[in-house]
């Protein structure tokens, strides 16, 4: 006849159960980091691309890197500072244009590069104009200059795209693609009273989303993968409640206006790589 089991037996069966299970689940993970960590040691990776990608707004900029204010809190540092790949180039450059990029980064893309990141599109369509339009100037001035972006995105930048893409593609056959967008700036009705008015933020969210839009049917066309930020932004933009991970107008420091905070390049930008570059 089997003896009942006492409340003990069962505690410690319970405890060794969960022991095993542990130790199952330890070996399995520690496997798989063993296995993860040469194809990341084995990578060659190139950042590309403009402000987004340099980490401008972030802080702590390499002198070295002059007017491109490249730093180590640029979500392509923090992933390559993760990662260990056999070889980092960093060649983004705040500022860059679609046709900066071909001229003067691609130099840096060989048949043995592995990975690929960009942010760019931006400068071509001139946001950083626009910003400053919709800062200092009329709601009317701001929403035609938007149109003018816009209209831009939609007739001139695809082109422009798809020849920095067939150019990256050409340079670096091989290569995983990583194309990322750019987050949207407001929290619509949010926090802020003053400023913009709500009509100009809700055209700039909607120029955003425009430019993420195109730029995302393209990059999918050359068979890229692109990176959507928004989500990760959501409820740190400027005018949210919670921290915001953008610049707003920085007198100080103007050229980082409207530029992700070392928070946003970690708490927004690294994750959608680290996904997409898995």
């Known amino acids: 006849m089997q003896r009942p089991t006492t409340r003990r037996t069962r505690s410690r069966l319970a405890a060794l159960a969960t022991s095993l299970a542990l130790g199952v689940t330890l070996a399995f993970t520690g ?144 290569a995983h693609v990583v194309v990322l967008g750019y987050p949207r700036f407001y929290e619509l009705n949010g926090s802020c009273f003053v400023g913009l008015s709500e009509t100009e933020r809700s055209a700039i969210n909607d120029a955003a989303d425009h430019l993420n839009s195109v730029t995302a049917k393209r990059a999918a066309d050359h068979g890229f993968t692109f990176g959507d930020v928004t989500q990760r932004f959501a409820g740190h933009e400027i005018c949210s409640s919670g921290t915001s991970w953008l610049h707003s107008v920085n007198i100080l420091h103007i050229s980082e206006s409207y530029h992700p905070t070392a928070a946003g390049q970690s708490g927004g930008y690294l994750p959608v790589l680290t996904s997409a570059a898995s």
């Not at 400053?132 to 701001?142: N, Q, R, W």
């Open 31 to 174: 496997a798989a980091a063993a296995h993860a960590a040469p194809a990341a040691a084995g990578v060659d990776y190139v950042a590309l691309g403009d402000s987004y990608s340099s980490g401008l707004g972030s802080g702590d900029y390499d002198s070295a890197s002059g007017d491109c204010k490249r730093t180590p809190r640029a979500y392509a540092a923090l992933w390559a500072a993760a990662h260990a790949p056999a070889t980092f180039t960093f060649a983004a450059c705040s500022g860059a244009r679609t046709g900066d990029v071909k001229a003067s980064q691609l130099s840096s893309l060989s048949s043995a590069t592995d990975l690929v990141s960009i942010t760019i599109g931006g400068n071509d369509a001139g946001f950083s104009d626009v910003m400053t339009a919709c800062v200092l100037k009329s709601e009317s001035t701001c929403l035609s200059d938007l149109a003018t972006a816009n209209s831009y995105i939609d007739k001139t930048l695809p082109g422009s795209l798809d020849s920095l893409y067939d150019a990256i593609r050409a340079k670096a056959p091989g």
